[in-house]
């Protein structure tokens, strides 16, 4: 199971239920993982409050990750930020994705056909992390880089892979992020019952643009695994740009046309 630890109570309980998990190792890491949401400069006594951590530890470990390269300082401010040693971290997980290179072309070809972007992500936690995006280069859509985190609940690639789940671990993670984000599942509850009755009758996941940001998008979960967890495809639209139907009729069966091809290449079908 992946822990996305954000308190010191969390990982008190993880260590209750598992002796051989390294606490010192998970508040290192309870650090970096700070930044995932709030990227900007921390001061220690902001991460000290609010991982529930003693400002010393915070001190010592932020001194370590720093030495590592895990971590920058800038003096003027006496903050912390991401270093460029968490960027390389993630360079081999990248790399190691070869169907990333291989979808890449089909991959341009959809984004410049719905005049949008399409992304491969994978699951993590109560997120999608985006690992390889194709634009529309003439385009307004936002284009997410790789690494971006974007909820499960509010996109088409997380509710895609919600779909993939069986029924008891989905109903875990609705139960987890009713419990840790009640304000978005407020929102778009009624969305995700949707997209899930849409994937049963066309074949894919959908966000008719309720997350906001004027976007809509439809989604697949793959076959194709890159270590233990499935690639998630997905399409992405300007609101303005695509009519409801057309989402539906256009761009999730094109979607599908090339999720196919990307398994046919991977050996998985």
Not at 227 to 255: I, K, S, Y
Request: hydrophobic fraction near 40%.
């Amino acid at each position: 199971m992946v822990h996305k630890l954000r308190h010191q109570s969390e990982l008190a309980l993880i260590r209750e239920d598992d002796p051989y998990f390294s606490g010192t190792l998970a508040k290192g890491l309870m650090i970096l993982q700070a930044f995932l949401h709030e990227p900007r400069p921390h001061a220690n006594s902001e991460l000290a409050e609010k991982l529930g951590l003693p400002r010393p530890t915070v001190s010592r470990l932020c001194r370590t990750l720093l030495a590592l390269g895990y971590l920058d300082h800038d003096e003027r401010i006496d903050r912390y930020f991401i270093g460029p040693a968490a960027v390389a971290l993630g360079y081999p997980y990248l790399a190691s994705n070869i169907v990333r290179s291989q979808a890449r072309p089909s991959m341009q070809a959809l984004a410049n056909q719905v005049r949008g972007a399409c992304s491969i992500g994978v699951a993590f936690g109560l997120d999608m992390v985006y690992v390889e995006t194709c634009a529309y280069q003439r385009g307004t859509l936002a284009r997410p880089d790789m690494g971006a985190l974007r909820s499960v609940a509010t996109t088409a690639m997380g509710r895609a892979w919600l779909h993939s789940l069986g029924e008891t671990e989905r109903t875990e993670v609705l139960q987890s992020l009713r419990a840790e984000r009640p304000e978005e599942m407020a929102r778009c509850a009624a969305a995700i019952d949707e997209s899930l009755a849409q994937q049963a009758r066309h074949g894919f996941a959908v966000n008719f643009g309720d997350a906001g940001y004027g976007v809509q998008g439809v989604a697949l979960c793959s076959r194709i695994r890159h270590g233990t967890r499935h690639l998630v495809f997905n399409c992405a639209v300007p609101g303005t740009q695509m009519r409801r139907q057309e989402l539906l009729e256009v761009a999730g069966p094109r979607l599908v046309e090339l999720v196919r091809r990307c398994e046919q290449v991977a050996g998985v079908l």
